[in-house]
């Protein structure tokens, strides 16, 4: 059983290895371990993206608008989400946006979790057929099954920011607060004067 310091250590040093720069491969060693406490194989995915992209040059958006497109190539995992955490504010005010042709996309989901994280809102992700919500870097949640799954490459991945709401009702709200209106100690004119003169000493 690997550590997961083990798995971030080797995942860093490998994908620094493979031709990515320190900055981007540190990010990965942590987003795999990551994954693989998640349940996901990290580790598998990147193995293979590995292999299919050293000595070979990789690409992320230019800029992140609604529709990203890089024909003829497909879309790099790692320059794509660092992209997407890099223009985070222009994502929350996009809101919906759709990335094509986008390599091992696994590999961008610890990206969009902390991107999440960062507008501090939940993340509807759909990669394919596969859907994802993503709540603030915190966990994870999909209607399939992920441990094994290997996607080597998405035709269409999908990211919808979704906008915070209460889950419960005002009502439910006012009656909570009510019950913590019985805590209030309402002020009388001997803790007014007592507040007035707190802290003096009459030395006459």
């Known amino acids: 059983m690997r550590t997961s310091s083990e798995i971030e250590t080797i995942s860093k040093r490998a994908t620094k290895a493979a031709g990515f720069p320190w900055g981007i491969a540190e990010e990965v060693g942590k987003n795999i371990k990551n ?9 598998e995915n990147l193995n293979q993206y590995l292999k299919l992209v050293k000595g070979v040059e990789t690409f992320g958006p ?9 024909e003829p190539n497909s879309f790099c995992p790692f320059y794509t989400g660092s992209a ?27 990206f969009i979790n902390r991107l999440s994280d960062r507008i501090g809102k939940k993340i ?31 035709k269409i991945v999908k990211i919808e920011v979704q906008e915070n709401i209460d889950s419960f009702q005002n009502k439910v709200w006012d009656q909570l ?14 803790l007014k004067e007592n507040a007035a003169g707190a802290g003096l000493a009459d030395n006459d």
């Open 35 to 43: 994954l693989e406490l998640l349940g996901v194989s990290g580790v």
């Open 62 to 70: 230019k800029e992140i608008s609604s529709e990203n497109k890089i």
């Open 84 to 110: 997407l955490l890099d223009s985070a504010s222009k994502v929350e005010e996009i809101k919906n946006l759709t990335l094509y042709s986008i390599d091992f996309p696994i590999l961008l989901i610890p």
């Open 124 to 154: 509807k992700l759909q990669i394919d057929e596969y859907n994802f919500l993503l709540n603030l870097n915190k966990f994870i949640s999909s209607d399939s099954d992920l441990n094994g799954l290997i996607i080597e490459n998405a």
């Open 177 to 190: 607060y009510e019950l913590s209106s019985e805590t209030f100690v309402e002020e009388t004119d001997r």
